[in-house]
């Protein structure tokens, strides 16, 4: 039975239900609109989007890339450094490409489609304005749009940058990379940059036999012989890591990039650690120090702290560029709590070389190695293995952080994937959300206490189980694989879903990808938005005034957004509004 609860004083919409239209539904009051969609023109001199697939690869690149997830926007500054409310730079992640949709031949056969799908990767940096009440518009051509994509020029720095690992033939500096590839989530920082996070860059490395692939690199991070995707490598010497054994070092990164500035050089920020980067949640602890919380979305990977070695200073951006240039990483290990279910403690353990095991003899000879090794060095100290950090993001109201677990089909089922407290169901399905509070409200202590905020389920296959879901969880706001997350500046915590759209099953009654708006301190959950056929709902944020929502609708598979005849799909970004203009959720 639901516990009873106080109706939210944060929410103030009407939850919709579920559905399986091919559609966005939105709340009674609520509209939504088009900002851009895969194709788009950005630059100068791009052609509109072909629906036959016709764009070559120097089309692309002056598009609007493929698959749109995190995103940030950045309001102007007016002359008197008030912000320009009706003005902003929006970065916009491409995560990777659908090639039977990119390509009118269906899939990748010549290094021209290979061309084409790298210049649909990586981040789109646009101008956008307010044109009339709360909706927007992307500008065309603006001085101010950038395409990053996977040949753009990029720079390593920090701990790992020039070390032997990251050289290669064609950069004997070991901190010239080219390219930044499945741009998943993302952060900004309080002195106004853009960081877009490189998830599984894995997959568009290959090599013609097994024996080529490092074992490191194979055993870590996945990187596979036989990768058939994407099939970069057989048309990119880069790529091959019988050619190219370092290139994949390279990747896997948090990625700094300064949205006004066009020819400014992103940064890859390595004392961040490599891994398959989900988000990166930034704050300014109570002393100044800048705290990032990551996750790896991996199944039995871990969650991530970083915690600056300088501080913060107000008002001096500049000073503040290179706060993510040196600190200590961490990673965390959750404990069960005396009797308490679903709740407990943890501890931040440091991933410094010559402490907790990271010696010459567990094979780690430098900070740089132990930051390229990343996962090896998480293993190493006995990191909590979790099912699947996606998102992180803390409540700007007590600083209490919350993080998705999606799912993770191997666990219980796999030996180094036992059932533990922060993860309590075998072969999860529906995935949950963790949340912990550091000791003291100090985000650089080495403890905290955690506990479930929610359990996703289904109540009505699963009556009386774990699998039924938290209280909070019934047959009106169910769903699974919560991913994306974020805060509102009120407090409202916005849940985006990655999941089974079957609606049937273990999955009945939930529909397809949705977005819901928890209320915190209530508990309650409510449905907001279902996004349409196929699609995942993935990246969020808001106009300062938090009256236009942008959000991201990735890989459709139906006719969304143009529903025209013989018409490609396309990922595209989605302003919500209100018609009274309100805050949204309000
Ligand atoms: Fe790109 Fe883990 O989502
Ligand atoms: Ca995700
Ligand atoms: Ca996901
Ligand atoms: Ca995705």
């Not at 996070?197 to 991070?221: L, M, R, T």
């Not at 019988?242 to 004392?271: C, H, L, Y």
Request: proline share 4%.
């Amino acid at each position: 039975v639901a516990a009873a609860m106080e109706p939210s004083r944060l929410m103030g919409f009407k939850a919709i239900k579920a559905s399986t239209d091919d559609a966005i539904v939105l709340p009674a009051g609520y509209r939504s609109s088009i900002l851009m969609s895969w194709g788009d023109p950005v630059l100068p001199g791009a052609p509109e989007f072909d629906h036959t697939g016709g764009n070559s690869a120097a089309d692309q690149a002056l598009q609007f890339g493929d698959n749109t997830d995190g995103m940030s926007l950045f309001h102007f500054r007016k002359a008197d450094g008030s912000l320009d409310m009706d003005r902003a730079m929006l970065a916009v992640n491409n995560e990777y490409t659908n090639g039977e949709h990119m390509l009118q031949h269906g899939e990748v056969k010549t290094a021209e489609d290979v061309a084409k799908l790298q210049a649909a990767h990586g981040v789109t940096i646009v101008e956008v304005c307010r044109t009339s009440g709360n909706a927007w518009e992307y500008v065309k051509n603006s001085a101010y749009n950038r395409r990053l994509h996977a040949n753009s020029e990029f720079m390593l720095t920090g701990p790992a940058a020039g070390h032997e690992l990251m050289k290669t033939a064609a950069d004997s500096s070991g901190t010239k990379v080219l390219g930044t590839i499945n741009n998943c989530a993302n952060g900004r920082t309080p002195w106004g940059t853009y960081l877009t996070c490189e998830e599984n860059f894995n997959g568009y490395f290959g090599a013609p036999s097994d024996e080529a692939v490092p074992a490191q690199q194979k055993q870590y991070y996945g990187i596979k012989a036989a990768e058939d995707r994407y099939r970069w490598w057989q048309h990119d010497a880069r790529f091959d890591v019988s050619q190219t054994p370092n290139e994949p070092n390279r990747f896997g990164w948090v990625v700094e990039i300064d949205p006004f500035d066009t020819a400014s050089t992103p940064m890859k920020r390595t004392a961040l650690g490599r891994v398959k980067h989900e988000n990166a949640d930034v704050l300014v602890n109570k002393d100044g120090h800048v705290v990032v919380y990551m996750g790896d979305d991996e199944r039995g990977e871990h969650i991530y702290k970083f915690v600056s070695k300088n501080k913060y200073a107000e008002g001096q951006d500049a000073v503040n560029r290179s706060l993510l240039e040196d600190g200590t990483l961490f990673v965390a290990q959750f404990a069960g709590g005396d009797g308490k279910e679903h709740a407990g403690t943890g501890r931040w353990i440091e991933l410094t070389f010559g402490k907790n095991g990271l010696t010459p003899e567990n094979g780690f000879n430098s900070q740089a190695e132990v930051l390229i090794h990343t996962r090896q060095a998480a293993k190493q100290v006995e990191a909590t293995t979790m099912d699947r950090p996606e998102w992180i993001s803390h409540n700007p109201n007590n600083g209490q952080v919350f993080c998705t677990l999606t799912n993770n089909k191997n666990r219980g089922k796999k030996d180094d994937q036992p059932l533990n407290a922060a993860n309590p169901r075998a072969e999860n399905h529906y995935g949950q959300i963790i949340r912990w509070e550091a000791k003291d409200g100090d985000h650089t202590a080495d403890t905290f206490d955690w506990d479930l905020y929610l359990l996703a389920g289904n109540p009505r296959v699963h009556e009386g189980s774990l699998y039924a879901g938290s209280d909070a969880i019934n047959a009106d706001n169910m769903f699974n694989s919560p991913d994306g997350l974020g805060f509102d500046s009120d407090g409202r915590l916005w849940i985006l879903t990655d999941g089974d759209d079957s609606n049937a099953g273990d999955f009945a009654g939930m529909g397809n990808n949705q977005m819901l708006c928890g209320d915190p301190a209530s508990g309650e959950i409510r449905r907001f938005m279902v996004g349409p056929v196929g699609a995942e709902v993935t990246g969020l944020t808001f106009s300062d005034d938090y009256k236009t929502m942008f959000v991201g609708i990735q890989h459709p598979t139906g006719g969304f957004p143009d529903y025209r005849d013989g018409g490609k799909p396309r990922s595209s970004i989605v302003m919500v509004t209100r018609e009274d203009g309100g805050v949204i959720g309000a």
